[in-house]
């Protein structure tokens, strides 16, 4: 297969991982509604760790200290993100959430400024000014900030800082392995979290097939596909295709999940996609500067 034949291939299969994940929204609430968000989230992330390993065993064997620590780091941030989205989802739209955790595309680059002191251009600034006023329109109830709205955007503060660590510290590692690591931990801490108030075991065939579908779909395969397509891809293109995770979320929630769409929700979320999608464009104006 030719290289151009073979990005449209990935590109194709992006576009179905950003649609599997906007679908996930909308699986989760309703199957949050049966099962606590940290035992759905143990059960998504054992299932999604042994099926990687299932299919690369060997992989156990690349795992050494280095591995441990940093995708431990790594994956307690990715883990600490799915916990505030989904207790977020349970108190808000799927629309709402798949548009406030868009925002990590947005946050990324400002985090990057504070902690590893990186230059911020003008484009950036702008584009967090108007994912800023976008998410003020999306989460202000009356003269207060929603709860949900708030752990979602708790989750894309973490999810950025995922990124950020992921992006300095992943050099050289096998990505495979250090995945493996990162949804290992994410299981290890949300069954922490659940032994709290106890561990369930789903109620209903229901939130069985839920828990599997974002377990495999949503979590194993995407993980796969997108690490495979990142080397085919500039991570620009991959980034702007999943972006589209925020409106597949917005079309699933209100067609399926029969949630309406107002002024104020249509308008906060297409301001948070303009911003993420300047937000892109300017870091592959400065790749291609530099």
């Given at each position: 297969?030719?290289?151009?034949?073979?990005?449209?291939?990935?590109?194709?299969i992006l576009l179905?991982?950003?649609?599997?994940?906007?679908?996930?929204?909308v699986?989760?609430?309703?199957a949050?509604?049966?099962?606590?968000?940290n035992?759905?989230?143990?059960w998504?992330?054992?299932?999604?760790?042994?099926?990687l390993?299932a299919?690369?065993p060997?992989?156990?064997f690349?795992?050494?200290?280095k591995?441990?620590?940093?995708?431990a780091?790594?994956?307690?941030?990715?883990?600490?993100?799915?916990?505030?989205?989904s207790?977020?989802?349970?108190?808000?739209?799927?629309?709402?959430?798949?548009f406030?955790?868009?925002?990590?595309?947005?946050?990324?680059?400002?985090?990057?400024?504070?902690?590893?002191?990186?230059?911020?251009?003008?484009?950036?600034?702008?584009?967090?000014?108007?994912?800023?006023?976008g998410?003020?329109l999306?989460?202000?109830?009356?003269?207060?900030?929603?709860?949900?709205?708030?752990?979602?955007?708790?989750s894309?503060?973490?999810?950025a800082?995922?990124i950020?660590?992921?992006?300095?510290?992943?050099?050289?590692?096998?990505t495979?392995?250090?995945?493996?690591?990162?949804?290992?931990?994410?299981t290890?801490?949300?069954?922490?979290?659940?032994?709290?108030?106890?561990?369930?075991?789903?109620?209903?065939?229901?939130v069985?097939?839920?828990?599997i579908?974002?377990?495999?779909?949503?979590?194993?395969?995407?993980?796969?596909?997108?690490?495979?397509?990142?080397s085919f891809?500039?991570?620009?293109?991959?980034?702007?295709?999943l972006?589209?995770?925020?409106?597949f979320?917005?079309?699933?929630?209100?067609?399926?999940?029969?949630?309406?769409?107002?002024?104020?929700?249509?308008?906060?979320?297409?301001?948070?996609?303009?911003?993420?999608?300047?937000?892109?464009?300017s870091?592959g104006?400065?790749?291609?500067?530099?």
């Amino acid at each position: 297969m030719k290289n151009g034949n073979k990005k449209g291939l990935f590109a194709l299969i992006l576009l179905a991982v950003s649609a599997i994940w906007g679908g996930a929204f909308v699986v989760m609430k309703d199957a949050l509604d049966r099962l606590d968000v940290n035992s759905f989230l143990a059960w998504r992330f054992l299932i999604a760790t042994l099926l990687l390993i299932a299919l690369r065993p060997k992989v156990l064997f690349q795992i050494d200290r280095k591995f441990l620590l940093k995708g431990a780091l790594v994956g307690t941030f990715l883990g600490s993100g799915y916990i505030f989205q989904s207790f977020g989802l349970t108190l808000t739209s799927v629309a709402k959430t798949g548009f406030i955790t868009g925002l990590y595309v947005v946050l990324t680059p400002v985090l990057g400024a504070l902690v590893l002191k990186k230059r911020i251009a003008g484009v950036q600034w702008l584009s967090v000014l108007l994912a800023t006023a976008g998410l003020l329109l999306l989460s202000f109830k009356g003269l207060s900030i929603g709860l949900g709205e708030f752990l979602v955007f708790l989750s894309a503060i973490v999810f950025a800082a995922h990124i950020i660590a992921l992006g300095e510290w992943s050099s050289g590692m096998d990505t495979y392995a250090l995945t493996v690591v990162q949804l290992g931990t994410c299981t290890l801490i949300t069954t922490l979290a659940g032994l709290r108030s106890g561990l369930h075991t789903p109620p209903d065939s229901g939130v069985w097939w839920a828990i599997i579908f974002c377990a495999v779909f949503a979590t194993a395969i995407a993980f796969i596909f997108q690490t495979w397509a990142q080397s085919f891809m500039a991570p620009t293109t991959v980034a702007v295709i999943l972006t589209m995770e925020v409106v597949f979320a917005a079309i699933f929630g209100i067609t399926i999940a029969h949630e309406s769409l107002t002024i104020k929700v249509a308008v906060g979320g297409l301001m948070v996609i303009v911003a993420m999608y300047a937000i892109i464009w300017s870091e592959g104006r400065e790749k291609i500067s530099t």
